[in-house]
């Protein structure tokens, strides 16, 4: 549980800097943010990996996570347009991350049936 929660920090910190880059645009003083939270979340990532998770899976949902949470945010936020065809592209890249996932869980449970 433990790694799929500093997964969620990750995420969430990376958005908010990413988010921050837009509002720092006009005030400067946004890129404390913008640094802090992308540190953060680069310390997340780690923690999670550090926890057990494999790299390809962790990066992928960030990645994925990121990309969605922030298109979604910065429409609400900032008005940016969110249109079908960048909501399919959304879903093709979650639909990516899930089959890495459900790939890698095949080949732990493979290598385990080994052992």
Do not use: N
């Amino acid at each position: 549980m433990k790694k799929w929660l500093t997964l969620v920090a990750a995420i969430g910190f990376e958005v908010a800097a990413t988010l921050s880059l837009k509002a720092a645009l006009d005030r400067p003083a946004w890129y404390v943010l913008v640094v802090a939270g992308y540190v953060a979340s680069f310390v997340f990532i780690s923690a999670c990996l550090q926890a057990g998770m494999k790299i390809g899976v962790a990066y992928g949902i960030w990645g994925a996570g990121g990309v969605t949470v922030t298109a979604l945010l910065s429409a609400g936020i900032y008005g940016e347009p969110l249109t079908v065809l960048m909501g399919l592209g959304i879903m093709l890249i979650i639909a990516g991350v899930l089959t890495v996932e459900l790939g890698s869980q095949k080949a732990q449970h493979e290598k385990e049936i080994e052992a």
